[in-house]
């Protein structure tokens, strides 16, 4: 499952840098999505870290109650669509749920900081919902006995939380990277373009040099 600024798909890895992609977004990415909302929200850029803990005091207040799809409806006088949710496919759609932020935001005479805490609730609520729901699809219909989660949206520590547990009861391993690498755009590319070099060229000698020219 690969969720970032720019990607949301769910890829089936068969072999060593055999991949195939089996779902993906219609339209935003995930990344995209929550950064779009918290810009609705009058939140700082990136808006994921900002979504998040502001979901947080929602779910931390008294009527709150644990996210994921695992444990059935979650506390909010709001609703938010699921998109795509049922379809019959494992694509994605987050553009749909950032417009209904974005009317609901638009019906408030004031957006006082409890309102904006509990959009980024329900919001982030949707997108857990949606993402676990596909992925535990595929992984019945492909008989999948690892996944692994990459992209900067996998810091998201209720994303982890939802997906892990979904994973423990199907008894399926979960892999996540290091929180920091999660974030580091240069890390991830460097690292899967080392191994596409790696495979092609599996004498190649390389040696770092810091200071070449451009020209």
């Known amino acids: 499952l690969l969720i970032s600024g720019g990607h949301t798909e769910l890829v089936l890895v068969k072999k060593h840098l055999k991949y195939e992609v089996i779902g993906e977004t219609v339209d935003d990415a995930v990344g995209e999505a929550f950064d779009k909302v918290a810009r609705i929200l009058g939140l700082p850029y990136p808006g994921g870290p ?4 502001l979901a947080k005091q929602t779910r931390k207040s008294p009527q709150g109650r644990t ?11 709001l609703s938010f669509p699921r998109p795509m949710i049922h379809s019959q496919n494992f694509n994605f759609s987050f553009s749909g749920l950032k417009t209904a932020v974005l009317y609901f935001t638009q019906k408030q005479k004031t957006l006082t900081d409890k309102i904006k805490s509990e959009i980024a609730h329900e919001f982030q609520n949707a997108v857990v919902d949606v993402l ?6 595929a992984i019945e219909k492909y008989k999948i006995k690892t996944l692994i989660v ?6 998201n520590t209720e994303i982890k939380r939802a997906l892990t547990t979904m994973t423990r009861d199907k008894k399926v391993k979960i892999l996540f990277p290091d929180k920091k690498l999660a974030m580091d755009n240069a890390v991830m590319i460097g690292i899967a ?23």
Do not use: E, W, Y
């Not at 900002?50 to 803990?53: G, L, N, S």
């Not at 695992?70 to 006088?77: A, D, E, H, V």
């Not at 990459?150 to 810091?155: D, F, K, M, P, T």
């Open 50 to 53: 900002h979504i998040a803990r």
């Open 193 to 215: 373009g080392f191994f596409r070099l790696k495979d092609a060229r599996k004498n190649l000698k390389m040696k770092a040099v810091g200071n070449l020219r451009l020209d």
């Open 132 to 137: 676990v729901h596909k992925t535990q699809k």
């Open 67 to 77: 996210l994921g799809i695992q444990k059935g409806p979650t506390f909010s006088r």
């Open 150 to 155: 990459g992209g900067g949206v996998s810091a």
